[in-house]
Structures are given as structure tokens and as C-alpha cells.
């Protein structure tokens, strides 16, 4: 694991850019260089064309909750203090075959439903015992 | 819901009737012992090969799998008997999907002479090695860097937090309720109780019980989740022809299939969240075999958790898809319900988290007619592995 692990390493170059878009406010996936499609995660050859090459592009940030859960244990030490924690994933408007991870905040977890529409809202992650914060891409109700 | 591209079928060839399951030997089952893998495999080994009355010199063919800790490989193997003979080897073995597809491998080595009595093993000390896991058996999960980077982070690890939230969308799709998620659960658990050596053998549950216990990653409680355990086992194949001259019953290998996801190896994006690529193994396991779902007499599937197990009775064909919440309902699962008997040692929700291997020593079992929680006349039974972006189905039956 890297040093500030459950923490990104914001210079492992495959993700790089998802965090360095996150600070400037933008969220940003990569598209497939030959045949266009949303590619997530961030592999290489293309899984729809075999392209070799990715190239990062801006999207909208809005997208429907498609699953969730509460986390109510804490499977890491590092996690007790954010309990309970909604971590799930969110399908892009853009393409729903792209989910991210994220988590689910500014919203009761009893208010969560599945397909609700979300918005992207950046915020600092930090862990109890971890230097440092990245802000990343979380989601909340879209208002 | 999207289905159909997102996988396929492994092409195999028909090797129905090729090989027999002549030997089984379970290791002990524990929470953490201080054993290591390779002495849990080794002791595996030993009763496989005196339950079917063969030696380690009549062993000529060794499978295993590359995967947490030493593994009875070739070396290993030859240290442990004191052997030193040429061996046919292969690392397509162990557990998971493998526990199932490993008869295929054997059936075209003993069919085409590199070997002629092959033996799998598989082993795991992760209540032992717990304490130095980062998430427990979510370590190998957490080592990924696309997972440390992409998935962690947000929290959404380890392997409870994948399948709760695949759990949540099969409600929301078909409507499956906490009630039917915890019937497979007590259904596991008190097959568990019925057979020594399981780990909760103990520990009785009622569905009241699973109602009342806390969640954990909703719509998750404890018992959704398999445990972690020390243990293993290993079984021993060999041509049906030489299998009838050996001490017991052959178990013949009536069909194998394979399935795969062609959307890698993420949870977050399976091209069909609430299926598994079972829906892709299942239907040429069954050709090969020249049967249907409706002839198996006892199904034990890889059950990591209770959705893992709703998925793939749906995905193998037990019941339409999204229907699997309905089937599970009640009774049907348990040994003696006449129905679909399942994981009747417990699985590894309630007998040990051995990832498979322990669940194709009990279809065995039960084909012998040898089982505690015994299915009377059982004649036909199928496994099911499942490793995520592939799926395995291995269907056996007395001969």
C-alpha cells in the first residue's frame, strides 16, 4: 500500500487526472482516443475497440444513484469515524455503463433511492491518522 | 438492466463421462489455528488418497492454484509424501471457479495420456493470517491499484461493501427482501449444524435471529457474509474405467462449462450488476451433460454471501431471473425439503470459508450417500464456482 493509503496516491499516473480535475472543480473520466466511448476505469486496450490510447474529458457530473450501501462497520480502522458512511455507485448521464465509486452526501440514508438523480459536489477526504486530504468527486442529491 | 454482450461462454470439448471423482479428503476446519496452507493442503491430500486407496507414488498428476500462501504444489507435494516421480502439473487447480473447472483440465490430461491419476488441492489460513491483512480476506482486493485508487478510498471495500450494494439493486429490481436473503442463511446454517467439523456447528439460527442481528453494510448483516477460516481439501480424479477397479463408488464428471464477463474484473462496472457469469457457464454444463436444472438432486454454489448465492440459482437456471428471492423462500433450500437442496454442509456462510473446494468434497459426499444432511437418493449434483469475472459449473453424479 502507498504511505497514505486508505488515501488515493494522486500521482499514480493512471488516475492522476481525476484528482487534479477534482481540484479545479471539474469532473473528469477518460473516453476511448478510437472509438469515442466513455472507458471506466481507466484501462488500457479499449474494452469495446481494443484502442490503445485514453484521452481525459469533462462531463457533466450529473448522473442516478444506481447502487448503494450504508456502511455501518468499520471494515478498515481508518473508516470508524466517518460511520455510517454511504458508499455506492453512480451512473454517468452521459453513459450509465459508467459508474463511479463515490459516496452519497448531503442526504439521509433512509432518503436514498436507487435511479434518484445526483449531482457532483467536491470535497476534501481525510482519514484519522493519515496526512493530508484530496478532494474528490462526491455526490448529493442533484437540487 | 443490460444482458446478453456483457459475456461468454468458455469453448470446451466434451469430456462427459471422462474422468471420475475417486477420492476426498477435507482438511480440518477451524477459526484461526497457527497452521500454514501447505500443511492444511498436505493433510488434505493424505485422506483424499486413503479414502480412495491409492498411495502418493500412484499420483501423477497435480493441480493447484497460485493464491494466498504455499499451495501443494509439485515440490511441496514431493517433500511432504517423500516421493520424487515426474508429475503432470497444472495451475488451473484450487479453489473458486477452479473447484470446478479443474475436471476439465484433468479429463484432457488423463484422456490424452500425460496423466492418469490427478490430484486438486486447495488451502487457505486467513483466520491464521488475519491480523497482517489489510480488510481481512479483502487484502488481495486492497493490493489493486485501481481498487486502491478508485474504490477504496470512497470507502466502498472490501468485498461486504461490493456485494451489498449489488444486493441493494437486486431489491430494487426484482424486489428481494431482507426475509429471503435470510432464508438462505438459515438454510445454510442449519445444514452446518447437522455436520461435524463445521465451523458454526454450534450456533443455531432462526430467521427471527437474522432479522434482529445489527446490519453492517445494509441491507447486510454478519450472517449475509461467509467467515473466515482455516482449512481445505482436495479430491482425486482418475478415468471412469480405472475408477471402477478402485475402493469407492465413482463420482463421474458428466459436464463442466465455464463462464466469463467480457467487462473485466470490477464489480463497479459488470455489465449486468445483478448477474454472474454463471447465466454464461450453466447452459453448457448442462448440454454437455445431457440434463437440466430440474434433474439436480443437490446444488452447492460458491457463497461468499446470500446475494452471491440468489444469483447464480437464477443465473444457472433454477429459477426465471429475479425470481430468485421468491424461490429461496421457506424451506426449499434445506436438505430434506424434496426441492433444491443447497450447500448441505453449510457453505461458506456456516461450514468454512475454504472458496469452494469443501462444496465439491460434499457433492461427493452426498452422491456416495455419505452425507450428514443427507438428500435421500441423491443422484445428481452440481457445483457452482464463482471468482467474480468467471463462473463454473461442474455437474456429477453416481454411476
Not at chain 1, 481507466?42 to 444513484?65: D, I, K, M, Q, Y
Not at chain 2, 461468454?8 to 484461526?32: N, P, Q, R, T
Not at chain 2, 514431493?78 to 503432470?88: D, I, P, Q
Request: charged share 20%; with cysteine.
Amino acid at each position: 500500500m502507498h504511505a497514505t493509503f486508505p488515501l488515493p496516491d494522486v500521482e499514480w499516473e493512471p488516475t492522476r487526472e481525476l484528482w487534479a480535475g477534482a481540484a479545479r472543480g471539474e469532473l473528469r473520466v477518460t473516453r476511448c482516443a478510437s472509438c469515442a466511448r466513455l472507458v471506466w476505469y481507466p484501462e488500457t486496450p479499449c474494452r469495446f475497440c481494443g484502442g490503445a490510447a485514453l484521452v481525459w474529458t469533462t462531463v457533466s457530473g450529473r448522473g442516478r444513484l444506481f447502487a448503494w450501501t450504508v456502511v455501518r462497520h468499520a471494515f478498515l480502522p481508518h473508516f470508524a469515524e466517518l460511520l455510517p458512511m454511504v458508499s455506492g455507485l453512480v451512473a454517468l448521464d452521459e453513459d450509465p455503463a459508467v459508474r463511479l465509486v463515490t459516496r452519497i452526501v448531503d442526504c439521509a440514508p433512509e432518503e436514498l433511492r436507487c435511479d434518484m438523480p445526483v449531482a457532483v459536489v467536491f470535497r476534501p477526504l481525510r482519514f484519522a491518522g493519515v496526512a493530508g486530504e484530496v478532494v474528490a468527486p462526491l455526490f448529493a442529491p442533484a437540487p | 438492466m443490460t444482458s446478453g454482450g456483457w459475456g461468454f461462454a468458455s469453448e470446451l470439448e466434451d469430456v462427459s463421462g471422462a474422468v471420475a471423482i475417486v477420492g476426498i479428503g477435507d482438511a480440518d476446519f477451524s477459526k484461526a489455528s497457527g497452521r500454514t496452507t501447505h500443511e492444511i493442503a498436505a493433510q488434505a491430500a493424505e485422506r483424499a488418497l486413503a479414502d480412495a486407496g491409492l498411495e502418493a507414488a500412484d499420483v501423477d498428476g497435480l493441480m493447484w492454484v497460485p493464491f494466498s500462501g504455499d499451495q501443494l504444489d509439485a515440490a511441496a507435494f514431493h517433500a511432504h509424501f517423500g516421493t520424487s516421480h515426474e508429475l503432470w502439473t497444472s495451475t488451473r487447480g484450487g479453489g473458486m471457479v477452479w473447484a470446478g473447472s479443474a475436471p476439465y483440465d484433468a479429463a484432457l490430461a488423463i484422456r490424452s495420456g500425460r496423466a492418469s491419476v490427478v490430484l486438486n488441492t486447495f488451502s487457505v489460513a486467513w483466520a491464521t493470517q488475519r491480523p497482517q491483512m489489510v480488510g481481512g480476506p479483502g487484502h488481495v482486493h486492497a493490493e489493486d491499484l485501481f481498487k486502491q485508487n478508485l474504490e477504496v478510498p470512497f470507502g466502498w471495500f472490501p468485498q461486504p461493501v461490493y456485494f451489498a450494494s449489488i444486493a441493494r439493486r437486486h431489491m430494487h429490481e426484482h424486489g428481494t427482501t431482507h426475509e429471503q436473503l435470510g432464508a438462505i442463511a438459515v438454510a445454510c446454517r442449519r445444514h452446518a449444524n447437522l455436520t461435524p467439523g463445521a465451523v458454526m456447528r454450534d450456533k443455531p439460527l432462526t430467521l427471527e435471529g437474522y432479522l434482529a442481528s445489527p446490519l453492517i453494510a445494509d441491507p447486510f448483516r454478519r450472517e449475509d457474509c461467509c467467515l473466515i477460516s482455516d482449512g481445505g481439501a482436495a479430491y482425486l480424479m482418475t478415468s471412469l474405467e480405472r475408477a471402477r477397479d478402485l475402493r469407492r463408488p465413482p463420482i463421474a464428471v458428466l459436464g463442466v462449462g465455464v463462464g466469463n464477463s467480457r467487462t473485466g474484473a470490477y464489480w463497479s462496472q459488470q455489465g449486468d450488476f445483478t448477474s454472474t457469469p454463471q447465466a454464461f457457464a450453466a447452459p453448457g454444463a448442462f448440454a454437455m451433460a445431457g440434463l437440466a436444472p430440474a434433474d439436480v438432486d443437490v446444488l452447492a454454489c460458491y457463497d461468499p454471501f446470500t446475494i452471491v448465492s440468489l444469483m447464480q440459482i437464477e443465473d444457472m437456471g433454477f429459477c426465471p431471473k429475479g425470481e430468485g428471492g421468491r424461490f429461496v423462500t421457506g424451506d426449499r433450500l434445506h436438505f430434506d425439503s424434496g426441492e433444491l437442496p443447497y450447500n448441505t454442509h453449510g457453505g461458506m456462510l456456516s461450514h468454512a470459508y475454504v472458496l469452494g473446494i469443501a462444496h465439491v468434497t460434499e457433492i461427493v459426499r452426498q452422491l456416495r450417500g455419505e452425507a450428514a444432511a443427507q438428500v435421500t437418493g441423491a443422484a445428481v449434483g452440481v457445483y457452482g464456482g464463482y471468482t467474480g469475472p468467471q463462473a463454473s459449473t461442474l455437474i456429477l453424479a453416481r454411476h
